[in-house]
Structure formats: structure tokens, C-alpha cells
């Protein structure tokens, strides 16, 4: 009865709160928070969230919000509003999420990073050592002072209350070269490329592109061509394959993914067998039906941010540390292809929060001890936090059959994904006219 009576208060409370009745919608407020003991931490939450929403006092404000988390936690709108009041997010940034806006058309200015040899002025390019830039022509060695610094999540939230959480890649980027003045688009599927004219290596900074969400961490290409060649040459000896055409040298490049970070509980209806005593002693068995929680802890839940190579990177990802991610910086980009993401972060969350959920319900019995699952709900789990990464990849072609089979190659250790292609018997020995130069 308590409940029912403080969920009338607070319903009545947020009408009057949203037609700008605050002095009316306050005493309903204040009523649903105090009449009761027993109101449910949801119930408590929320009136504390619309306590702060009828109120301008800033110190006022941040206790009511900071109540309505005590109470959830993962209140969106409560972090949200605090965030503002934090300076943390401008309102001017939030977004209606009944009216996004459409991605823009046309070409749009950005900043390019243009990287050159402060001894030779030279085209300088990332080494996959993970640690230098070293110029094409003098063979200068800079060292990129990689830190130890871990990088750093963003909350999910606060993304989603503002385009970043939605953005899309734009149409196309214009970029000026400052190694020759030129101007040059860039495909919105890639954010680095090389000057036709003068050769300069530019990455944007996304940082400018307010639709686009810049990368947070980079797994740099840790080998180069020739040595992705003979992973390629032994994962092809290993399944037996013979192509039926030239194959091309690997082609290195970086593709997008997201991460997240999951919290929260997952409910669940079970049932167990339970031993009882009788008087007779003799043993009787029982089934009892509950209903409980499980805390769930989620870290770095990878998925794809690209739709094109979405399968052969979701089957290669596993093979990934991604504990290595080092913090981005533009300069491993330097002469690198880099693919912008086309799938956005809030779509991308909501297949991690799928995929985990999917799992943990799989782990639920044996977690739990011998159980029978009745149903479990995802309701309570959150996406607490996010990175987008850059994977370092070698990708081919391999024909057989009459069609070219995608091969890719995972540029930090040499895994290899061609999971399309057929085994066949024969070995064969192109590319050995590459290595023979070593």
C-alpha cells in the first residue's frame, strides 16, 4: 500500500513538473520521498531525479542528483544532468533522440596531421616496431616517446546523450596538404592517406570532425610486408591450399572496433532439487522454484565497427591482446590506411550487450551449482564505458575455384583468418621471389 501510494505522488509530481508547476510538483515530490520506507530504490531514484529537475540552486541540484544515483546507480538521465552540472557536457550538445539529425552531405573541411623529416624534410612513415616514425630518404629515426599511460574509457552515457554516440562517417573530407599546398579528398571509409603530389603521409584529427568519434587506443603493426608474407605462406602450407592465380603481396592497414565495458546484474528464475528430512529419517527430495540476481562484470566486449569485413574480423579478433592497446596517436597512422567505422557506437552496444548477456546465460548453471533455468532477463545490465580501436591488419586475395577468397592477417602476431577457403592438396611458391631479397 506504502509503494502504491509513493508511486501516486511521484506520477502526480512529474506531470506537474513537466506543465512547469515546480512549487506543486515539489510537494508531490517531497510526499512520494518521505510518506514511505519502504519505496522501491526505482520509485526513490526517480523522485529524486525530478526533485533536482524543479529546482535552479546548483548545490540543491548536485544533492538531489547525487541521491537519485545512491538510489540507480546506472540512471542515465541523473549522470547525464550531473555531467552538465560538472561541465563535463554542454547542453548545447545534447541531442533529441526522437529527431537525429541526418548526416551531412558534401565535402567537409578538417585538420590533417602531415608528418615530415625535421632533418631532410623527407616523407616520414610508422615503422612497425610499435616505437618510431623513420623518414624514406635519409633514414632517420624518430621515436614516438610512447608512454606507459593506460588508455583511457569513455562513458557510454554521456557519449549517447550527445552525436557522438550516433555519428556517421561523412560523405567525403576535403584535407589541405601543407607539404604543397594542394587540396585532396579522402574516402569516407579511411581516416590517413598519402599526398598525390608531394607524397606527404596525412591522418585526420577527429577531433575536428565533430560527427566522428576519434580513435582511444591503437594496436600498432608490429611486423611488415615480407613477414606478413610468410605467415600467409605458412598458414597456406599448413591447410594444404593451392590458389589458382597470382596472389598479391599482403596490404597492411587498421580497422576500427568498439569495446565495452558491461555491468549490472542479470535476473533469473531457476530451479533446484533440495534434500529434506523426515521424521522416519528417511531422505525426501524436493523442487524449489526462485528467483534471484547474478552480478555480471564485463571488460573490453570487442565488436566491429566495420560492416564490410564484419565476419572475417569477428573470427580473427579473439587472436588480438588487447590489453597491448597502446593510447592513439595520429603518427602510427603515418603512411598507414586507416578505415573510418560505419557501424555506430550505439548500434555497436547493443550487439555487445547481446553477446554478453547470451553468454553469461550460458555460464548461469554451471556458475550457479546444479540449477534448471527458467528464464533470465538482461534488464539489469548496463554499458558502463567504450574505446574505439585500431586492430593492425594484412589483408589478400586468394582464388580458388574461380573466386577470390578474402585472407586476413593479424598484423601484432601473424594469425591468420581464410576460413572461405577450401583445403587442397599441393603446396605452391609465389611470393618466394619477395623473400629471397632478405
Same mark, same amino acid.
Given at each position: 500500500?506504502?509503494?502504491?501510494?509513493?508511486?501516486?505522488?511521484?506520477?502526480?509530481?512529474?506531470l506537474?513538473a513537466?506543465?512547469?508547476?515546480?512549487?506543486?510538483?515539489r510537494?508531490?515530490?517531497?510526499?512520494?520521498?518521505?510518506?514511505?520506507?519502504?519505496?522501491?530504490?526505482?520509485?526513490?531514484?526517480?523522485?529524486?531525479?525530478?526533485?533536482?529537475?524543479?529546482?535552479?540552486?546548483?548545490?540543491?541540484?548536485?544533492?538531489?542528483?547525487?541521491?537519485?544515483?545512491?538510489?540507480?546507480?546506472?540512471?542515465?538521465?541523473?549522470?547525464?544532468?550531473?555531467?552538465?552540472?560538472?561541465?563535463?557536457?554542454?547542453?548545447?550538445?545534447?541531442?533529441d533522440?526522437?529527431?537525429?539529425?541526418?548526416?551531412k552531405?558534401?565535402?567537409?573541411?578538417?585538420?590533417?596531421?602531415?608528418?615530415?623529416?625535421?632533418?631532410?624534410?623527407?616523407?616520414?612513415?610508422?615503422?612497425?616496431?610499435?616505437?618510431?616514425?623513420?623518414?624514406?630518404?635519409?633514414?632517420?629515426?624518430?621515436?614516438?616517446?610512447?608512454?606507459?599511460?593506460?588508455?583511457?574509457?569513455?562513458d557510454?552515457?554521456?557519449?549517447?546523450?550527445?552525436?557522438?554516440?550516433?555519428?556517421?562517417?561523412?560523405?567525403?573530407?576535403?584535407?589541405?596538404?601543407?607539404g604543397?599546398?594542394?587540396?585532396?579528398?579522402?574516402?569516407?571509409?579511411?581516416?590517413?592517406?598519402?599526398?598525390?603530389?608531394?607524397?606527404?603521409?596525412?591522418?585526420?584529427?577527429?577531433?575536428?570532425?565533430?560527427?566522428?568519434?576519434?580513435?582511444?587506443?591503437?594496436?600498432?603493426?608490429?611486423?611488415?610486408?615480407?613477414?606478413?608474407?610468410?605467415?600467409l605462406?605458412?598458414?597456406?602450407?599448413?591447410?594444404?591450399?593451392?590458389?589458382?592465380?597470382?596472389?598479391?603481396?599482403?596490404?597492411?592497414?587498421?580497422?576500427?572496433?568498439?569495446?565495452?565495458?558491461?555491468?549490472?546484474?542479470?535476473?533469473?528464475?531457476?530451479?533446484?532439487?533440495?534434500?529434506?528430512?523426515?521424521?522416519?529419517?528417511?531422505?525426501?527430495?524436493?523442487?524449489?522454484?526462485?528467483?534471484?540476481?547474478?552480478?555480471?562484470?564485463?571488460?573490453?566486449?570487442?565488436?566491429?565497427?566495420?560492416?564490410?569485413?564484419?565476419?572475417?574480423?569477428?573470427?580473427?579478433?579473439?587472436?588480438?591482446?588487447?590489453?597491448?592497446?597502446?593510447?592513439?596517436?595520429?603518427?602510427?597512422?603515418?603512411?598507414?590506411?586507416?578505415?573510418?567505422?560505419?557501424?555506430?557506437m550505439? +548500434?555497436?552496444?547493443?550487439?555487445?550487450?547481446?553477446?554478453?548477456?547470451?553468454?553469461?546465460?550460458? +555460464?548461469?548453471?554451471?556458475l550457479?551449482?546444479?540449477?534448471?533455468?527458467?528464464?533470465?532477463?538482461?534488464?539489469?545490465?548496463?554499458?558502463?564505458?567504450?574505446?574505439?580501436?585500431?586492430?593492425?591488419?594484412?589483408?589478400?586475395?586468394?582464388?580458388?575455384?574461380?573466386?577470390?577468397?578474402?585472407?586476413?592477417?593479424?598484423?601484432?602476431?601473424?594469425?591468420?583468418?581464410?576460413?572461405?577457403?577450401?583445403?587442397?592438396?599441393?603446396?605452391?611458391?609465389?611470393?618466394?621471389?619477395?623473400?629471397?631479397? +632478405?
Open positions: 500500500m506504502q509503494q502504491d501510494y509513493a508511486n501516486s505522488m511521484l506520477r502526480s509530481g512529474i506537474e513537466k506543465t512547469g508547476a515546480r512549487g506543486v510538483a510537494r508531490y515530490l517531497e510526499r512520494a520521498l518521505y510518506s514511505s520506507n519502504n519505496a522501491s530504490h526505482d520509485t526513490m531514484a526517480e523522485a529524486w531525479y525530478w526533485m533536482a529537475m524543479v529546482t535552479d540552486e546548483p548545490a540543491e541540484k548536485r544533492k538531489a542528483l547525487e541521491n537519485a544515483l545512491s538510489h540507480d546507480l546506472r540512471h542515465a538521465r541523473a549522470r547525464r544532468e550531473l555531467a552538465i552540472l560538472d561541465g563535463k557536457l554542454k547542453p548545447e550538445d545534447l541531442v533522440p526522437n529527431a537525429l539529425p541526418a548526416p552531405a558534401g565535402t567537409v573541411h578538417a585538420d590533417a596531421d602531415r608528418f615530415m623529416c625535421p632533418k631532410c624534410g623527407g616523407r616520414m612513415s610508422f615503422a612497425p616496431d610499435g616505437q618510431s616514425l623513420v623518414c624514406e630518404y635519409c633514414t632517420r629515426n624518430e621515436t614516438l616517446g610512447a608512454t606507459q599511460a593506460e588508455t583511457e574509457e569513455e557510454f552515457i554521456l557519449a549517447m546523450s550527445t552525436l557522438r554516440g550516433h555519428g556517421q562517417p561523412l560523405s567525403q573530407q576535403v584535407f589541405h596538404c601543407d604543397c599546398g594542394a587540396e585532396f579528398t579522402l574516402p569516407p571509409t579511411l581516416i590517413s592517406a598519402t599526398c598525390l603530389y608531394c607524397g606527404s603521409a596525412h591522418v585526420v584529427s577527429l577531433e575536428h570532425v565533430r560527427d566522428l568519434v576519434a580513435p582511444d587506443a591503437v594496436l600498432p603493426h608490429a611486423f611488415h610486408q615480407k613477414h606478413a608474407a610468410r605467415y605462406i605458412q598458414w597456406v602450407e599448413k591447410h594444404k591450399i593451392k590458389p589458382e592465380a597470382k596472389v598479391e603481396l599482403p596490404r597492411g592497414l587498421y580497422l576500427p572496433i568498439w569495446t565495452f565495458d558491461l555491468g549490472g546484474v542479470i535476473s533469473y528464475t531457476a530451479e533446484r532439487v533440495e534434500k529434506e528430512d523426515n521424521p522416519f529419517n528417511k531422505h525426501q527430495y524436493r523442487t524449489v522454484r526462485f528467483t534471484d540476481e547474478y552480478p555480471i562484470s564485463v571488460n573490453d566486449q570487442p565488436i566491429p565497427a566495420t560492416r564490410k569485413l564484419s565476419q572475417p574480423l569477428t573470427r580473427l579478433l579473439p587472436t588480438f591482446d588487447l590489453t597491448a592497446a597502446k593510447p592513439y596517436d595520429p603518427r602510427y597512422l603515418a603512411d598507414w590506411p586507416a578505415e573510418v567505422y560505419d557501424v555506430t550505439g +548500434d555497436a552496444s547493443l550487439d555487445a550487450r547481446g553477446q554478453a548477456f547470451k553468454r553469461m546465460k550460458a +555460464d548461469l548453471p554451471n550457479l551449482g546444479t540449477i534448471s533455468l527458467i528464464s533470465s532477463s538482461s534488464a539489469g545490465m548496463a554499458v558502463e564505458s567504450f574505446k574505439l580501436v585500431l586492430l593492425p591488419i594484412w589483408m589478400t586475395e586468394v582464388r580458388q575455384e574461380g573466386k577470390d577468397h578474402l585472407v586476413l592477417i593479424n598484423g601484432q602476431n601473424g594469425a591468420v583468418d581464410g576460413a572461405t577457403l577450401e583445403k587442397k592438396t599441393g603446396l605452391f611458391d609465389w611470393l618466394s621471389d619477395v623473400l629471397d631479397d +632478405d
